[in-house]
């Protein structure tokens, strides 16, 4: 929690900063109204916030000058909504699903994607609060420099807080893995960014429809459920955990609107607040950061006159219908599998924690791949939670398996207690036999329904031995991953043993 808390704290002081940079911009030079530029200065400053740092110096650059020329950018598609909502919806659609379909390109072009969406966020503030009837220039030049402000902002505080207290100054992030050789059908995510494209098509077309101007909930709501799931069971468990926090944060809003004046001073403190307790809580369950995200959004609204207490019921239709949306269209079109999903991400947790082994052999720091195997067991953890849930349901109704996917997945994380413990201590001539059992079973988890290899001896001292008795578990679950297996009786706790030889 102290942790948390702390990437918190470097996060809302870079937040602050280009808040304060913003009003003056908009006091002194601007002469705009402080919220115009102060209120995106936030959106950019806390999304950039989100973005794991360690990238290349030129990469950088790129990232400030993307966002940049985004933040501009939003701020003439977000004025001629109003005119041209066919024209600029479209617009819209196209740079949201072309963000996520370019991450077949790499790393690099993925996190350059990752700023669409905050920019695009920032496009609907206008068209939603009556900012939209300003003239688009030179308003759109001052939100640039807002933009690189806010990017700056995030950089120099992470840069001053790695060296006071000799922590990172971001939370480790996973580097989307290389892509794998081309296989008959659409790619993952391709078929992400025409369910993306496919769910905001009619959050626009039905937000208009019923909800007249107060449709950009309804994308909003569709846009947040679609953005970062992977399989149709996280999508619906995130659909319904970020659908509940929106309302929740719509509800949150309203009450603090009746008790404070929503263009004074005390709102602007607990919009601060807000976006810190989300930033914190968001590792224990993302609804409550939807929650703060609306929250925020919905007193941004209040900052420029429309009232939470009003539009209460509109906002919550809205939200329901954009969530309904969204799944429903990550449900039936082009969807990828959850077991697929789960493959993917079980994978990708091997192969991370392969190269901690491989940089302990080398003799190099394990540091940088300690975190990607961290990372990459965060997004394994979130896709086996549908798994554990359908698991839970199908044994309390007499007809599950004895092994399932869920176990599987349960079996990859219990490792990272050991992986932790292994990191800690000095590297041993065994661990070439643990990086070996690693590699077979990357291969394994690829054709789940083959006959399973033959492992190495398991080491016989901890913490190596406990890492390869999680491996073990984790093999004896492989086969539950076909999509095709004969049926097995429930059985008792250990269902989970090694069937391969231990010579």
């Known amino acids: 929690m102290l942790i948390k808390s702390y990437y918190s704290a470097v996060a809302m002081v870079a937040v602050l900063g280009s808040f304060f940079t913003a009003v003056e911009v908009a006091r002194l030079v601007a002469g705009y109204p402080a919220a115009v530029l102060a209120v995106p200065a936030v959106i950019f400053a806390f999304t950039v916030s989100r973005r794991p740092g360690g990238e290349p110096v030129p990469e950088k650059v790129m990232a400030a000058a993307t966002l940049s020329v985004l933040a501009g950018g939003s701020v003439w598609l977000g004025s001629q909504m109003a005119g041209h909502p066919v024209i600029c919806g479209a617009v819209f659609v196209v740079l949201m699903a072309g963000s996520i379909w370019t991450r077949r390109f790499g790393a690099a072009v993925t996190r ?57 100054g971001s939370q480790p992030g996973q580097a989307p893995a290389k892509r794998s050789a081309q296989r008959a059908g659409l790619s993952s995510r391709t078929r992400m960014a025409l369910q993306m494209a496919v769910a905001l098509t009619a959050a626009f077309s039905l937000g208009h429809l019923v909800f007249g101007e107060h449709w950009q909930w309804c994308v909003i709501s569709a846009m947040v459920v679609s953005l970062g799931p992977v399989g149709r069971g996280d999508l619906a468990l995130k659909g319904v955990e970020r659908g509940l926090g929106a309302m929740a944060g719509t509800l949150v809003a309203a009450l603090i609107a009746a008790v404070a004046e929503p263009q004074g001073t005390t709102s602007i403190v607990l919009i601060f607040v807000v976006l810190a307790l989300a930033s914190t809580l968001r590792a224990y369950n993302y609804a409550f950061y939807a929650a703060g995200i609306t929250t925020a959004l919905s007193l941004f609204y209040g900052y420029f006159g429309q009232s939470p207490q009003h539009l209460l019921l509109i906002r919550l239709q809205a939200l329901v219908l954009g969530a309904v949306l969204a799944v429903v269209v990550g449900w039936f079109l082009v969807p990828v599998r959850t077991s697929d999903a789960l493959r993917l991400r079980l994978g990708a947790t091997l192969g991370t924690l392969g190269s901690v082994l491989d940089a302990r052999s080398d003799g190099a ?58 990191a800690a201590s000095e590297p041993g001539p065994r661990e070439a036999a643990t990086a070996e059992t690693v590699r077979l079973l990357r291969r394994a988890v690829s054709a789940p329904a083959d006959p399973l290899p033959e492992l190495p001896e398991p080491a016989a001292a901890a913490p190596l031995a406990d890492l390869d008795a999680a491996l073990r578990r984790f093999a004896a679950a492989i086969p539950a991953l076909a999509k095709r297996r004969p049926p097995e009786p429930a059985s008792s706790d250990d269902v989970l043993q090694p069937p391969v030889s231990a010579a």
């Open 112 to 168: 350059l994607g990752a700023l669409v969406p905050l920019a695009l966020i920032a496009a609907l503030l206008p068209a939603g609060s009556g900012t939209g009837r300003m003239a688009w220039w030179p308003l759109c030049g001052w939100m640039a420099l807002v933009g690189f402000s806010a990017f700056v902002w995030v950089r120099v505080v992470r840069r001053v807080a790695e060296k006071l207290t000799g922590l990172p």
């Open 365 to 422: 720091s394990a540091a940088k791949a300690l975190a990607a195997f961290d990372a990459a067991a965060t997004n394994l953890n979130a896709s086996a939670r549908s798994h554990r849930l359908y698991r839970a349901a199908t044994r309390k109704l007499g007809t599950g398996h004895g092994i399932t996917p869920a176990d599987a997945g349960e079996a990859l994380l219990a490792t990272r207690g050991p992986v932790h413990a292994l």
